[in-house]
């Protein structure tokens, strides 16, 4: 039996860690408890702890996350063009660590396809989804509810497809037919526009266009697309916690519902949905290689009482696997001097991953362990 916020033990009975694995090993997932009828929020997704004091109010109207349009990008068009998107995109990296992108390549029909493969995949019928539902990392293809099994212990109101889609892709087969093609065809463009996205930033910084993919910053890629039904009481729970994103760079594709914010000069700011767009934003080794130059922020996504809100996040970050442990990761050795000394020690992606898995998604920033 899962325990609801309403009908809960005492707290010196409830067994929080017993009540997530009750949940793992139903292999249903948040949809299989709303499909059974679910009417109050269970105990275990909700977050006694949540800190509320930094309030959602209504900005100005000019304090959003920047737009930037991608049209005519391509230096053998039209070069000037090209030096005012980078000069956005370095803005942007440093002011906020995050921006939306529209006219970015990527067609309409593909966007809208992708969502519609999250979808199909999570409405299929149970059995399709349970043979994919595990936690282990070694998988390139998983199935699971969001938990996050650190101190906190805290589940969050989305169930999650992940692949690990580069530098080495599942087979085929191992990708759910309900989405296989598009996220072949999906990851495909991602993976385009991240060269070509890590190729702007290194010119924003003042390097060689190809500085930051020569350091491998595109060569890994891990997507993960969610699926969050409608909640029944969505003030008590989220959709993900507060935290910064750990790699080099994320490409968001959200559908319609929103949900997603960003905290900026600690306020939180709604990223409204535009059609069309894809969400960019930095990630904490790339800050720590830009050595602060270029922020990762922290953002949280709210839980709705519709749905389902479906959303596509691909991770660039370098595959983590024991060969890896010997590529080291600090700032920049350009970006250094007498003025601007290294903020941040070197590490590998290894060490780092493993760190930000003990500490726990929600909470303080990584980052700030690998501090000098």
Request: hydrophobic share 40%.
């Amino acid at each position: 039996m899962v325990a609801t916020a309403s009908t809960a033990p005492a707290e010196s009975k409830y067994d929080r860690r017993s009540e997530l694995m009750s949940i793992d090993r139903s292999k249903s997932g948040i949809k299989g408890l709303v499909d059974a009828g679910l009417a109050k929020l269970p105990r275990v997704f909700v977050h006694d702890h949540l800190n509320f004091e930094i309030k959602t109010v209504p900005p100005p109207a000019d304090v959003k996350i920047p737009l930037i349009d991608f049209a005519g990008v391509d230096v053998n068009t039209d070069s000037t063009r090209r030096v005012e998107i980078i000069d956005q995109i370095r803005s942007a990296c440093e002011k906020w660590g995050f921006f939306q992108l529209v006219n970015h390549g990527i067609p309409v029909t593909i966007l809208e396809e992708m969502i519609t493969g999250i979808r199909r995949f999570n409405e299929q019928d149970p059995e399709a989804k349970e043979k994919l539902y595990s936690r282990e990392e070694s998988k390139k293809v998983t199935f699971n509810t969001k938990i996050d099994m650190s101190q906190a212990l805290s589940a969050y109101w989305r169930d999650t497809l992940t692949c690990v889609m580069a530098p080495n892709p599942p087979a085929p087969e191992e990708i759910p037919e309900a989405c296989r093609d598009i996220l072949l065809g999906y990851t495909n463009n991602v993976m385009k526009l991240g060269t070509e996205l890590f190729q702007l930033l290194s010119e924003s910084l003042d390097l060689k266009p190809n500085h930051l993919v020569d350091m491998g910053c595109a060569e890994g890629l891990y997507v993960m697309g969610h699926y969050s039904p409608a909640c029944p009481e969505p003030e008590l729970t989220m959709g993900t916690g507060i935290h910064t994103d750990s790699g080099f760079l994320t490409v968001l594709l959200q559908d319609q519902i929103g949900g997603l914010q960003v905290l900026h000069d600690n306020q939180w700011i709604d990223v409204t949905p535009i059609p069309g767009a894809l969400i960019i934003n930095v990630g904490d080794l790339l800050q720590l290689i830009t050595n602060d130059k270029y922020i990762s922020v922290y953002h949280r996504v709210l839980a709705r009482n519709v749905g389902p809100r479906i959303s596509i996040a691909s991770f660039f970050r370098t595959y983590v696997q024991p060969e890896n442990a010997l590529r080291m990761y600090g700032p920049i050795k350009e970006l250094v001097s007498e003025d601007k000394p290294p903020i941040y020690r070197e590490t590998n992606v290894v060490d780092y991953f493993k760190f930000k898995h003990v500490k726990g998604v929600e909470g303080t920033s990584a980052l700030a362990h690998f501090r000098l």
